[in-house]
């Protein structure tokens, strides 16, 4: 009797993890054709956008990636016809059109959706909205600037629904597939110290992502979110850089030791690739999880991606204070 109690929490994730695989992928979707579709992906200067960017063009669709800068513009067709010279089975149908999107100015989205009415052209459709331009800000809630936390929510929060709202008449126009895809992240099941601001944005965003999945059922659009756990990307550089400005501010000194230990302990793992192989995600897994949700009839509402985000994942079913004092080594 003791041993069947003490297993409960054993069977409830089981029957968690069971229902939600049977119903993550109850309806079915017709899937695109490559050669009949354009996709746009916001952010694609580097990381998961350029990835997934790069790879949904040699597949043969018209990608609208979007950029903030021209000489991103000018690496990815670079980059793109490189890929093409290298690899024969790359798709002749495809074309990346680089895009000035800054999803947080209204005039950009409004050229960014002139643009894709434009030249994804005659016999093609729009079949898909990637949300996936981000920003981290890795910062102590006690002095992060309200007005940076603001932009933080501009950006991962206010920026995806803005980009919803403005493409989702031109999706529900495609005769097949309709997709939007939402890039969050595990830190919305669990938060590290300094991600409060971040986490926070990526709690919302996967809170927009269920209405918007719940509400665009009838039209058939189908609405998934990505949550990746650490991928190996220019984010973690960025990140550094904030923890630095952190450190050697002399009004955050209280915090100054806790960050040290933390950026140092991540910069020590990442210098060592066998290990940092291990710490991070490739990126071809984000794009594969990015491609599933396209192409499948039946796309999952979630996708869980790395190990430690799988991780996170299970921290949700533990008690707050076990979580605080595990992350109490950090
Ligand atoms: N890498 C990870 O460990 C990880 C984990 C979970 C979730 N994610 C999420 O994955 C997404 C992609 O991040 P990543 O890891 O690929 O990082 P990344 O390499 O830093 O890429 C972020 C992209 O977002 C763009 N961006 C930032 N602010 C923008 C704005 N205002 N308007 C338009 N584009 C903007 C950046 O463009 P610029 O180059 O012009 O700044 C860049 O192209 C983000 O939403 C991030 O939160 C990443």
Not at 77 to 83: D, G, Q, S
Not at 159 to 175: D, I, N, T
Request: charged content about 20%.
């Amino acid at each position: 009797m003791n041993r069947t109690w003490s297993l409960l929490p054993l069977y409830l994730c089981l029957l968690h993890w069971g229902i939600s695989t049977l119903f993550s992928r109850s309806k079915p979707y017709p899937p695109p054709l490559p050669s009949q579709s354009c996709v746009l992906i916001t952010g694609c200067s580097s990381g998961i956008g350029k990835s997934a960017a790069l790879h949904l063009v040699s597949k043969g669709y018209y990608v609208f990636a979007g950029v903030r800068s021209l000489n991103d513009a000018k690496m990815l067709t670079r980059e793109f016809e490189e890929i093409k010279d290298m690899d024969e089975h790359t798709s002749e149908d495809g074309i990346i059109f680089p895009v000035m999107l800054d999803v947080t100015r209204e005039d950009n989205i409004d050229e960014a959706y002139e643009e894709v009415e434009h030249l994804c052209g005659e016999g093609r459709n729009l079949v898909a909205l990637i949300n996936n331009a981000g920003m981290q800000q890795i910062t102590p809630m006690e002095y992060v600037p309200l007005d940076a936390m603001k932009f933080a929510f501009d950006v991962n929060v206010f920026a995806p629904v803005a980009l919803v709202q403005k493409f989702l008449p031109m999706l529900k126009k495609s005769g097949s597939a309709r997709r939007i895809i939402n890039i969050g992240s595990a830190s919305s099941f669990l938060t590290p110290p300094f991600y409060g601001v971040y986490a926070s944005t990526k709690v919302a965003l996967e809170t927009i992502n269920d209405a918007l999945r719940v509400e665009l059922n009838q039209f058939n659009v189908s609405v998934s979110l990505l949550q990746p756990g650490s991928t190996s990307t220019e984010i973690e550089g960025k990140m550094l850089a904030q923890a630095k400005a952190i450190i050697e501010d002399d009004s955050q000194i209280d915090y100054a030791p806790r960050m040290f230990r933390m950026s140092h302990a991540l910069e020590w793992l990442s210098g060592y690739p066998p290990l940092a192989h291990l710490l991070f995600t490739d990126v071809k897994y984000t794009t594969q999880a990015i491609v599933d949700a396209l192409e499948s009839e039946r796309p999952k509402t979630k996708y869980i991606v790395g190990w430690d985000a799988e991780v996170f994942k299970f921290a949700v079913f533990l008690p707050d204070r076990i979580v605080d004092w595990v992350l109490g080594f950090l």
